[in-house]
C-alpha cells in the first residue's frame, strides 16, 4: 500500500476531496493511517473526526458518499488529494455542495455565494456528516 | 478582519491553493494569523512554513507568487481555498504546476502524470519556495 508521512503531523495528514468532474473544493478533512487504509481498500472516502475520535466513513450518516475516482498524493508525501463522485449532490453538513460556501468580501465580510442543495435539519440527528 | 478559528488547531490552519482559471488544485500549505492577516493585505498568497519556522511568502525564492483571486472560507472556519493565479506557472517546489503530481496507480505505485515546468535546481539554492 501507498506509504503516507503521518509522522510528520502526529498521525493525521490533509485530505482534500474535489469534485473529480468540475474541479469543485468540496471540502478539507484529516486522514489517520486507518483512514487512509480504508479509504484505498473501500474505494469510499474515510476521514478521521478529531471531534469525535474515530474513524469517519463520509456520508455514513446523511448517505452522501464520496465514491473515489482519483487519488493524488503531493511532493512532500503529506497531503492528499481525493478526486471523487459525491453522492447527494453536497458535501458539507450544512447543506451546501462545498463547505466553501462562504467568500471573503473586502477584508470583513464573509457572503454566501452557493445555493443551498438539502436541508440540514431533515438530512441528520447530529451535525456532522 | 475576517477572524478565522486558529486555536482550534493549535496556530496553524490548512490553506489550499487553487489556480482560479482551470480549478486545478496547486498546493496545500499551512497559514498563522500573521499568515493570514499578511494575504488579505498584501493580496498575495502566504503560508506559514513549518520546516523553517516563519512566515513564508509563496514564491519570495523562485518568483513563482500567488495572485489571491478569491478567498473562501469553510463551514467551520478552520481551513481557507484561495482562488490565484500561479505566476511562472507552477506551484511545486520539484518543478511541476501542481504539488499533487503523482496519482495512485492500483494500491501500491505512484505514478507521474503532470509534465515538468520547469528545473528547480535552476530555481532554487534551497529546496523550499
Known amino acids: 500500500m501507498v506509504e503516507l508521512d503521518f509522522d510528520k503531523t502526529g498521525g493525521l495528514i490533509p485530505a482534500i476531496a474535489q469534485d473529480h468532474e ?3 473544493v468540496l ?3 484529516f486522514m489517520s493511517r486507518e483512514s487512509w487504509e480504508e479509504t484505498l481498500t473501500s ?3 474515510t476521514y478521521y473526526s ?3 475520535d474515530k474513524l469517519w466513513k463520509k456520508g455514513e450518516t446523511s448517505g452522501h458518499l464520496q465514491v473515489i475516482k482519483e487519488i493524488r498524493i503531493d511532493c512532500d508525501n503529506d497531503t492528499v488529494l481525493l ?4 453522492k447527494g449532490g453536497a458535501a458539507c453538513h450544512k447543506g451546501y455542495k462545498s463547505c466553501f460556501f462562504r467568500r471573503v468580501k473586502g477584508m470583513d465580510q464573509l457572503e454566501i455565494v452557493e ?3 438539502f436541508d440540514p435539519q431533515a438530512v441528520y440527528n447530529q451535525t456532522d456528516g
Open 43 to 45: 474505494g469510499m472516502a
Open 22 to 24: 468540475t474541479g469543485e
Open 115 to 117: 445555493k443551498k442543495i
Open 50 to 52: 478529531r471531534s469525535r
Open 27 to 29: 471540502m478539507m478533512a
Open 83 to 86: 478526486k471523487v463522485k459525491q
